[in-house]
């Protein structure tokens, strides 16, 4: 259970990504409309998982005055007008504990002259009472360890610029992601609490450091995820703050001036004793305006009363319709603002110690003088106690001296009828919390310890049959539902039929011995469609992997047999390296084996002839160095044209000018030595005397002149390496100059089980533990070659069984068809050949939503987390599932993503060995832990390979020269606002250059005695070869030594280490945003002439990646067209009509066909210089028109190709982005902008990769995956990454931050627990014998590990509460009976369960008569019915902006009042029954009243005020206390709506209230694209006048299509000829047309 904010209507929950119909909105157009700032036009929005998508490790800033805001104005429990401060208190801290149990880091940020921003003076007080509190006696309560959260207070006139510097400094010294802040919503109701022009225009002066800002409105606790609505700045906004920021902050100075000021108080003596008393009493003496005598009586008793009362005495609930009196509120507010005046004159000394958590509660005093009205002051002690009426007297001569004590108490009329209401409504709240007994030996089994917490909560019938339940929950005792239709409900449900046909599987379809039934039904249509949807991935395939490498298998291989070949196979290779003495033969045996030797000795004689010749010919015209220089770069044929070598060295070294690089040079002779190491017999005195000669005059290297001289014996006397400063030592050219010749000794070595390459050594681990079928979680860099060993693991399947099953999980659709087509293009598996007979299996089988191809029958089956649960928890799947030898989580750390819980569940439920596969898993030992406790049965090995293949340069684009590139050097990364060094990140690497130039800073700065121990030469000495040979394992070992050294001197000398950071970062290297947009197209060409393509550019927003694909298309045509372009094209047009007109009158008169016709090669001519004006020669790539597949060419994005240019996420056509990919992997186009979705693994490999513009998701997670695409192993040594328009600050951020912690995402939803008895039940009916025995084991087993293993959640109970409670739902709702059978409407929900939680609206809304009268209505009308409710349901979008004149109608009708009806009556049914678990959850908790001040004492309610007590009887409930007495403090009784229930969840609890079936019935907006679609049908339409973007369009349309069919096929089942079945069907025919209609892709 969680605490969570409803966003149903504010913003997209992410989780429900994966089922794009149910979609909603954000908080934009709804509070931020209300603003006096347009916040929709100035900053894009949209929904984030924070924590996910900025990172768990990045700390952030809440507005403290935000939040006590936000906490008023959206909690039903905190009043404005009867504040309880410990009641505020209770849910500050339950909302920063709730955050920090999540992982998060913020501070919480007060600034002193906020306090000018309220208008309610009670509020201001508990703002008073706040700061007090946290600023100046927390941190001294608490230890250090215990300061989970930073509380700031700054004095501050932010609306003066150079006032605001203060606070500036304190966001760059902490370094913030962004700001959590309130944004207005309804002025009419915000602007009368608190200046809300004050809060826009703080708003405005955040974005001036921010680019981001997180309405603190719509935050949203999801399980573990924490959602809201994020803003970004964006240029219109820049222009919106140069005309109107200083508008704004004059007037906020005006304002603030013109309010009254608190100095005219003088200094005040304040006891500690009775503070509150001695505060009133200060406050009447100061202010004698707000005394009244009959309240101040009245207000001095209730301060007197609530010191002897505990909580639960307290624990009065206001009626609901209490409206607070103008007196009595009045005098409140006026008390309030002075004793929050006279706080802030008090000694700290006094208020140290003042416990300010419960200095007020308004309420009571207002309970109080209700309880008085008519009683005479005299008669008060009956009510209060005689001890407490002493007291008041006493006090009363204190406050008010000579004057006598009222007669009677306060006459106030609308506080008469209050103890009424409040007696009448607690008649209805004195019962006790009963829950419904659901249970079977099932339920008992996976959660066994319940029982004991529940047993006093059982109502009496809980013990009743559950198969005779009468009442089952789907109708009340005045249902007017049939008789039959009730009957039907209660029959058991069997899931066993396909999601979209209404086809019955067969128990044992999951076989691979397919019925010969099956077989027969198989058409040999369905066959050739099955066949060319296969050889339409044969072309993209063969770009992924080299045809003539696929690996063909046509027989098994045993594991014996493997183990026999094996060793064959090491006994040939020992046999190889053994040499055998020769022997003598006979010459005629000799002549006889040497004469093929004879020929082919002179063919290849003959050959190396004619390569002598050609490259003495090359000798003769080279005229320039490089071309020598690339000439003996090739040593391919050194030893056997050793003279032609030794002449191009002759030539070489006699060139004067244009010597070209040293780097060249050096890496010459470098390389020529490796040659030699490993031909160790060459000999060549001429060639090792050049290399001399170069190494001494032209690269001036005498420690490698001195070395060869040595080395080659070549006699000449040693070079002193320091006579002079020019000299270039070797060690250095390799570190600085040549860094990509670095020896990347990986430990590579040559393992039969793999073909191609030579594994790693923790690859050679991960072979050995497939073999052994364990399981193993793999954390390797992108691009390091993690991936190889799902193939080996499919490789070992395929070769060993013919029906065990490998499970490939993506992260994405994309990756999906990537991977399948990888698996096509490697393997070939002849089944026929094997079997000996025609056989229905295949090697490779694709399940997503989209597109389900040879599940059933597949070895190798490629699939998404979502669709392969849907195998899992399907109830005839038992074989399948056993069949299953290894499930393959590829980027499992997206298990911390919005649709991570189905991750999560996927881990917990599998049965079979697993590989986990990321690159970015910060907590990787804590994963691991998490992964061998699921089953610790499971071997679970650990491999973490930490280094980088290739190096990784990084540049920024300077704004001054955007077309030039510059490097950033890491210690660039570590100074924060020139003043704090932080430590290189754990995760930070020196490249060789940049260590090199670190230590030469710190040699400069220091003096080199200081570092010599850091010298490259010197740390390197020992190093074999080193002068030629350095490991880049070496360099990774010395950058480590180096970055501690400067860790430490970064302590004790911080000024020498601040100039070196100086004299290394870039001066441009700052102000870096800039309108990047229409300078990209230059840089391209520019990074063209680099040799920096391809390149992949990356920017988090589709929208952003088509324009910015627009924008270089336009640019190149501008650049490229010839201005006299079409007056050719016109001319050459006109000449062709004339010639063809010729040819064709020629024609005619010609006697034979045979003649030549001179003007017919003329005309040739014209239409081949016409078809050159036509072609345009791509700018990025060499593609031609007939590279683009026909079904692309009419894409909007078609012409982009043409140019070499193209755009990739996930709102492009499938056949665009396969085209796409095979172009770019083909090197035809150069140039791809994408998402983060391009970086989940698919296999685009690039030079460079760019960052453009900032993103809130992009996070360190994110770039280590997008950068990782550059540079791919095998292709390039080096990769690049670019930043354009990304702020320094964040650039520092990516680059030094470690990863970020992945935290898990448990969710146990009604749906999933209704499928788990679904499996059960089935198990349990229909299946026998030991079948029956393992498939009740398989999902025993996989329940009891999802209930008792949450990566997140430590305590299982909390997931057991989540599932008991989906049992008690689904009871009530008549999806179960008590036995925990699932019931006939169980189909039409786990059919629907992508869709939760509106699966079970629409069953109620079925069942509960909504549909009954379709059938009456006539085709058109019964059709725009059913679409409204289920829009209502389903499609849940808001509309931006309504046009006049469209044909659609824009915004959705309301729903049907019979619909509404009925959800509205479930609402407060479900509410009642969530609200009976939480209390008995908060019980087993028995968390304290303050989730930070745990410590805080609470006074027993035995030892407490007995009068008051025996008055109060009747006045609160008797039963069903809160656990947590804050809550009965406030009132929390009767629980009607959602915003109640969450404010009941405390910091603890991680239920998300999103999964429960609850309907916002709240009136708004809705976008009405799915019934105007249906009406006219023009896809254009709802892009320009329903805003849906071309993106979306498609998915949405056709997920609605999907739901229908998917209820019209269930319906079907139930009743095939019922009237609503047919008016389902129908419409899902009609719908469907219409979509094939319109999108006939």
């Not at 225009?201 to 974005?207: G, N, Y």
């Not at 080279?622 to 690339?630: E, G």
């Not at 697993?914 to 030992?925: C, D, H, P, V």
């Not at 088509?1106 to 007056?1127: G, H, K, M, V």
């Amino acid at each position: 259970m969680e605490a969570i904010v409803d966003t149903s209507t504010k913003i997209q929950d992410k989780a429900s990504s994966t089922s794009p119909t149910t979609t909603s909105t954000t908080s934009a157009s709804s509070s931020a409309a209300s603003s006096s700032i347009p916040f929709n036009l100035l900053f894009p929005n949209e929904a984030i998982n924070i924590l996910h998508d900025f990172g768990v490790d990045l700390p952030f800033v809440i507005d403290g005055d935000s939040l006590i805001l936000h906490l008023f104005l959206s909690n039903p429990f905190l009043s404005t007008t009867e504040p309880q401060s410990l009641v505020f208190f209770h849910y500050f801290e339950n909302f920063i504990s709730t955050l920090l149990n999540r992982k998060a880091r913020f501070h919480i940020l007060f600034i002193q002259e906020n306090e000018s921003l309220y208008k309610n003076s009670n509020l201001r007080l508990i703002r008073k009472l706040c700061i007090q509190y946290y600023i100046y006696q927390y941190p001294n309560k608490y230890s250090q360890e215990e300061h989970q959260v930073t509380f700031k207070l700054i004095r501050s006139k932010w609306w003066d610029h150079s006032d605001y510097l203060s606070i500036e400094t304190y966001f760059k010294e902490n370094m913030f992601s962004f700001m959590f802040i309130r944004i207005p919503e309804n002025l009419e109701i915000e602007d009368q609490v608190y200046d809300t022009y004050m809060l826009d225009s703080l708003i405005l002066k955040s974005f001036s450091f921010f680019d981001y800002i997180v309405e603190l409105n719509s935050v949203a606790f999801n399980g573990s995820n924490v959602a809201s609505v994020i803003y970004a700045k964006s240029f219109r906004f820049e222009r919106f703050l140069i005309e109107k920021q200083n508008d704004y902050l004059s007037t906020v100075a005006e304002r603030v001036k013109s309010r009254d000021d608190i100095s005219s108080y003088q200094s005040t003596m304040i006891d500690k004793q009775g503070f509150e008393i001695s505060l009133f009493t200060e406050a009447v003496k100061k202010d004698r305006s707000i005394s009244k005598t009959e309240l101040d009586y009245q207000f001095i008793t209730y301060i007197c009363l609530k010191e002897s009362l505990s909580l639960q005495d307290r624990s009065i609930k206001l009626p609901d319709s209490f409206k607070p009196d103008q007196l009595v509120s009045s005098y409140l507010s006026n008390l309030s603002s002075v004793m929050c005046d006279l706080l802030a004159l008090g000694s700290e000394s006094v208020l140290q110690d003042i416990d300010f958590l419960d200095l007020i509660d308004y309420k009571l005093f207002v309970i109080l003088l209700s309880l008085v009205q008519g009683t005479q002051n005299a008669d008060v002690y009956t009510i209060v106690g005689k001890d407490v009426s002493e007291k008041v007297c006493h006090i009363w001569s204190l406050v008010h001296p000579g004057l006598p004590v009222p007669l009677s108490a306060p006459k106030i009329p609308a506080l008469r009828k209050v103890i009424r209401h409040i007696e009448k409504e607690t008649i209805g709240l004195c019962t006790d919390i009963k829950v419904d007994k659901i249970s079977n030996d099932f339920i008992e089994h996976v959660s066994p310890n319940l029982g004991t917490l529940f047993e006093p909560y059982y109502s009496d019938d809980s013990e009743s049959d559950g198969e005779g339940d009468d009442d089952l929950g789907l109708w009340d005792d005045d249902s007017d539902a049939d008789d039959d239709r009730k009957c039907v409900a209660k029959t058991r449900f069997v899931d066993n039929f396909h999601f979209h046909r209404n086809k019955t599987i067969e128990p044992d379809a999951f076989d691979v011995k397919l019925k010969d039934a099956y077989k027969e039904t198989r058409s040999r249509y369905s066959e050739k469609i099955r066949q060319k949807g296969a050889l339409a991935f044969k072309k993209y395939a063969d770009s992924l992997n080299d045809p003539k490498d696929k690996f063909i298998i046509t027989h098994l291989v045993s594991k014996e047999e493997q183990e026999k070949a094996r060793l064959k196979m090491e006994k040939e290779e020992l046999k190889k390296t053994y040499h055998k003495p020769s022997k003598n033969k006979d010459n005629n045996n000799k002549n006889k084996v040497l004469k093929p030797k004879d020929e082919a000795q002179k063919r290849k004689e003959n050959a190396l002839v004619e390569l002598k010749a050609r490259f003495l010919v090359q000798l003769e015209t080279c005229s320039d160095p490089s071309l020598a220089i690339k000439f003996l770069s090739d040593t391919s044929n050194l030893l056997q044209l050793t003279k032609v070598y030794e002449k191009f060295f002759d030539k070489l070294v006699l060139f004067k000018d244009n010597l070209g690089s040293i780097k060249s040079y050096y890496q010459l002779i470098q390389g020529y030595l490796r040659f030699f190491d490993e031909n160790s017999t060459f000999e060549s005195s001429s060639i090792f005397n050049h290399m001399y000669f170069i190494s001494k005059n032209i690269i001036c290297s005498y420690d490698l002149a001195n070395y060869l001289s040595s080395r080659f014996r070549l006699g000449h006397s040693e070079l002193d390496i320091h006579s002079s400063e020019n000299l270039r030592d070797s060690i250095k050219l390799q570190m600085v100059d040549s860094p990509e010749t670095l020896v990347r000794n990986t430990g590579s070595v040559a393992d039969k089980r793999v073909r191609n390459f030579k594994p790693d050594k923790w690859q050679v681990e991960l072979l050995d533990i497939v073999d052994a079928q364990k399981s193993a979680l793999i954390c390797a860099p992108t691009s390091s070659g993690k991936t190889f060993i799902s193939f080996y693991a499919f490789e070992s399947v395929l070769k060993s069984s013919n029906d065990g099953i490998v499970v490939f999980v993506c992260p994405t659709k994309a990756l999906v068809n990537q991977m399948y087509a990888e698996v096509l293009g490697k393997y070939e598996k002849n089944y026929n050949h094997i079997l000996k007979k025609p056989s229905s299996h295949r090697m490779v089988g694709i399940f997503t939503r989209e597109w389900r191809l040879d599940i059933h029958n597949c070895q190798i089956l490629i699939t998404v987390a979502e669709a392969l649960e849907i195998l899992f928890l399907s109830v005839v799947n038992t074989s399948f599932i056993q069949r299953i030898k290894y499930v393959i989580f590829d980027e499992v750390h997206t298990i911390a993503s919005a649709s991570g819980a189905v991750w999560e569940r996927l881990l917990l439920f599998n049965p079979s060995p697993f590989l986990a596969l990321s690159a970015t898993i910060g907590n990787l030992k804590d994963f691991h832990e998490w992964l061998k406790k699921i089953d610790p049965n499971r071997d679970v090995e650990l491999i973490q390979y930490k280094h980088r293949f290739n190096d990784l340069n990084t540049f920024f684009v300077p704004p001054s020269d955007p077309t030039s590139i510059e490097p950033i050097h890491p210690v660039s990364c570590l100074l924060q606002d020139g003043e704090k060094i932080i430590d290189f990140g754990e995760d930070h690497t020196l490249l060789s250059n940049e260590a090199y130039e670190l230590y030469a800073a710190m040699k400069d700065r220091f003096g080199y005695q200081m570092v010599q121990h850091l010298d490259p030469c010197v740390c390197f000495a020992s190093k074999p070869n080193a002068l030629y040979n350095l490991e880049k394992q070496a360099i990774y070992d010395y950058q480590l030594q180096l970055k501690e050294t400067f860790t430490k001197l970064s302590k004790s000398h911080k000024d020498d280490i601040k100039k070196i950071i100086y004299q290394l970062s870039p001066i441009e290297y700052k102000d870096l945003e800039f309108p990047w947009m229409y300078e990209i197209t230059g840089m391209l060409i520019e990074y063209q002439k680099k040799n920096l393509l391809p390149i992949i550019i990356f920017t988090f927003d589709r929208k952003r990646c088509n324009n910015i694909a627009d924008t270089i298309y336009q640019q190149i045509l501008s650049r490229n067209t010839d201005p006299d372009l079409q007056e050719k094209k016109y001319k050459l047009d006109a000449s062709i009509k004339v010639y063809e007109k010729l040819v064709n009158n020629i024609k005619k008169n010609q006697s034979s066909s045979n003649e030549t016709i001179p003007e017919m090669k003329i005309l040739e001519d014209l239409r081949n210089k016409r078809n050159i004006l036509d072609y345009s020669k791509p700018q990025f790539g060499t593609l031609t028109l007939s590279d683009i597949d026909q079904k692309v060419r009419s894409n909007p994005m078609a012409q982009h190709l043409m140019q070499g240019i193209a755009v990739h996420h996930a709102g492009c056509d499938k056949n665009y982005l396969k085209n796409v990919e095979y172009l770019f992997r083909s090197g035809k186009i150069q140039v791809v902008i994408g998402t983060s979705t391009l970086a989940l693994g698919v296999n685009m490999p690039c030079k460079s990769v760019m960052f453009c513009g900032d993103s809130p998701y992009l996070n360190t997670l994110t770039f280590r995956q997008c950068a990782g695409r550059a540079g791919r192993r095998g292709i390039d040594k080096v990769g690049n990454t670019i930043f354009v328009g990304v702020s320094h600050y964040k650039i520092n951020n990516l680059l030094n931050s470690n990863l970020s912690q992945i935290v898990g995402n448990t969710c146990l939803s009604p749906s999933i627990s209704l499928q788990l008895l679904c499996r059960y039940d089935y198990e349990l009916e229909t299946q026998g014998g030991s079948k029956k025995e393992k498939g009740m084991e398989i999902i025993k087993k996989s329940t009891i590990s999802l209930l008792n293993n949450s990566f997140f959640i430590g305590d299982p109970i909390q997931v057991q509460f989540q599932f008991r409670f989906s049992l008690d739902y689904l009871y009530k709702s008549g999806f179960i009976n008590k036995s925990g059978v699932p019931l006939d409407y169980s189909g039409i929900v786990t059919h629907l369960s992508y869709l939760e939680p509106y699966n079970f609206l629409f069953v109620l809304l079925l069942t509960q008569g909504a549909f009954d009268n379709v059938h009456l209505k006539n085709q058109m009308d019964s059709d725009i019915y059913i679409i409204k409710i289920l829009s209502h349901l389903f499609c849940i979008k808001k509309t931006i902006s309504i046009q006049r004149r469209s044909p659609s109608i824009l915004v959705l009708e309301q729903m049907p009042k019979e619909a509404y009806t009925i959800l509205e009556k479930h609402n407060v049914q479900l509410m009642e029954n969530l609200y009976a678990y939480i209390h008995i959850y908060q019980k087993y908790l028995n968390s304290p009243p303050l989730a930070l001040s745990h410590d805080r004492p609470i006074k027993n309610p035995e030892n407490t005020n007995s009068a008051w007590r025996t008055r109060i009887y009747g006045l609160k409930p008797t039963k069903g206390f809160h656990q947590n007495p804050v809550h009965s403090l406030c009132g929390a009784y009767n629980i009607k709506t959602k915003d109640q229930l969450k404010s009941l969840l405390g910091s603890k609890n991680y239920f998300s209230l999103s999964v429960l079936p609850f309907s916002n019935l709240e009136p708004g907006i809705i976008n009405s694209y799915i019934l105007d679609f249906f009406k006219h049908g023009q896809s254009i339409a709802i892009i320009r006048d329903n805003k849906i973007s071309e993106g979306e369009i498609w998915n949405l349309l056709r997920e609605f299509t999907l739901v229908l069919k998917t209820i019209a096929t269930c319906l079907e089942r139930r009743s095939e000829h019922d009237p609503i079945t047919l008016a389902f069907k129908g419409l899902a025919e009609r719908y469907q047309k219409r979509f094939g209609e319109s999108f006939s892709y």
